[in-house]
């Protein structure tokens, strides 16, 4: 990688922002494939991918998630959703289930293609709340070992959102945690 592409790639990752406001526009379903194509290149652990992807176009089922989900309310205002799950039957040999890192890391790769592509995105939590993940599990029809990890409404950015500056050298520790 050159110094370009470095620095085109931090752009990236510090101005990726939550998008709550949304212009009416659709998304096709090729830049949605490639966002959900990120996802899957994260890492996992033991390489197990215990992830699934569930991409939602159906208007009525956007708008009736839309009413049942209160912290997820934008919706309304996109023509698509992904709804980032985890395999809870995938394991090491050892029996252990990394479902919940595995999701973690796809999501935040869905979120930076999703900046990549000029669209806006907001991972809304689903897990570990049953009467968010109920919703999605019954209009999508989604089995019992698959858990929802959240729904990220995806739609063209109205522009208001803005990221932050997060920086906070105090919490950097060199070597010990040192008495300040
Ligand atoms: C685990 C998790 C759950 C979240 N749940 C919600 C949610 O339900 N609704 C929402 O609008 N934003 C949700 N967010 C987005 C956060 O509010 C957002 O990331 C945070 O305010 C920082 O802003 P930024 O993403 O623009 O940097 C969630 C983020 C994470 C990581």
């Given at each position: ?8 790639m ?14 009416s ?5 090729e ?5 959900v194509r990120?996802?899957m290149?994260?890492?996992s ?16 089922t956007?708008k ?14 996109v023509?698509?959703?992904i709804?980032?799950m985890?395999?809870?039957t995938?394991?090491?040999?050892s ?13 935040e790769?869905?979120?930076l ?22 919703p ?6 989604i089995?019992?070992?698959i858990v ?17 500056d ?15």
């Open positions: 990688m050159n110094d370009m592409q470095n620095k085109t931090l752009s990236l990752i510090h101005n990726r922002k939550s998008v709550r406001h949304f212009q526009g659709d998304v096709n379903k830049k949605l494939k490639e966002v990120a996802g290149a994260a890492p652990a033991r390489d197990l991918r215990p992830w699934q992807f569930l991409i939602i176009t159906n208007e009525n956007l009736n998630l839309a009413e049942q989900l209160p912290y997820a309310k934008m919706l309304h205002d023509s698509a959703a709804v980032v985890g395999d809870t995938v394991k090491s040999p029996g252990q289930s990394y479902w919940l890192q595995d999701t973690c890391a796809a999501t790769n869905i979120l293609a999703a900046e990549a592509l000029g669209l806006g995105a907001v991972w809304t939590a689903l897990y570990p709340y049953q009467d968010r993940m109920s999605v599990v019954e209009a999508c029809h089995p019992e070992h929802p990890l959240n729904i990220i409404p995806v739609g063209i950015p109205e522009g208001a959102d803005k990221p932050k997060k920086w906070e050298p105090d919490k950097i520790h060199w070597n010990a945690w040192e008495t300040k």
